[in-house]
């Protein structure tokens, strides 16, 4: 086995390996304590992680030297496409998928990029990022001074969560929302919305 990546979905208790040299997602049930190949026939699959609000599961494959976005449901085994290059980048990158708005982010070269999927246009809302994670319709990410912050995916909203000493390569599980406060974005995370890419 030759693993992309591995997530564990604790709303389903389920763990997903993605397998880059045979094509594969594998899914371990851990209650019933079944695995199987929910996904297969697949090119160099990696970052695979579940969707919040849905069934569906995120990863990349990589064609033709170009990196693609797909999104799939484990039980129904078919896939869609997402993004693909050149409105994502190409490196290896962090990626969430906010469903009811059909926004992908992606953290890359320490930015946090909002990809209007629809649309085909990418922005950048924030810089110094590190890591990011997904809660419902906020995205939770840590800058590489300590700073965890949320951004609301519904207006833009950037708030401050806490400050945590050392580097974080992952958002805890126990950090969730809180309620914005009436103060102005910080200033040196929220940047002037410009777009980065767009495809013709």
């Known amino acids: 086995l030759a693993a992309g ?3 564990y979905d604790k709303d389903n208790r389920k763990l997903y390996v993605s397998d880059v040299i045979r094509g594969r997602i594998i899914e371990y049930d851990l209650e ?3 695995k199987q190949d929910v996904f297969y026939g697949l090119r160099s699959p990696n970052n695979v992680r579940p969707i919040e609000g849905s069934d569906d599961l995120l990863w990349t494959e990589k064609v033709g030297g170009k990196t693609i976005v ?3 449901n484990p039980n129904q085994r078919r896939k869609t496409k997402v993004a ?3 409105l994502i980048d190409g490196s290896e990158s962090d990626y969430v998928l906010i469903p009811s708005s059909e926004t992908l982010y992606v953290v890359r070269d320490g ?3 909002k990809v209007n999927i629809p649309a085909e246009t990418s922005e950048v809302v924030a ?3 590190r890591t990011m994670d997904q809660r419902e319709t906020y995205i939770i ?3 590489n001074d300590g700073r965890i912050l949320q951004l609301n995916d519904d207006n833009g909203k950037v708030t401050f969560i806490q400050q945590v000493f050392g580097e974080i390569d992952t958002i805890p ?3 969730v929302p809180v309620e914005p406060s009436d103060t102005e974005d910080e200033p040196s995370i929220k940047k002037k919305k410009v777009p980065t890419a767009t495809l013709r």
């Open 32 to 34: 019933r304590e079944t």
């Open 127 to 129: 810089d110094n990022v």
């Open 111 to 113: 930015q946090l990029h």
């Open 173 to 175: 599980s126990e950090i």
């Open 70 to 72: 797909y999104k799939g």
């Open 5 to 7: 990546n591995m997530v």
């Open 141 to 143: 990410f840590a800058t």
């Open 84 to 86: 693909e290059e050149p």
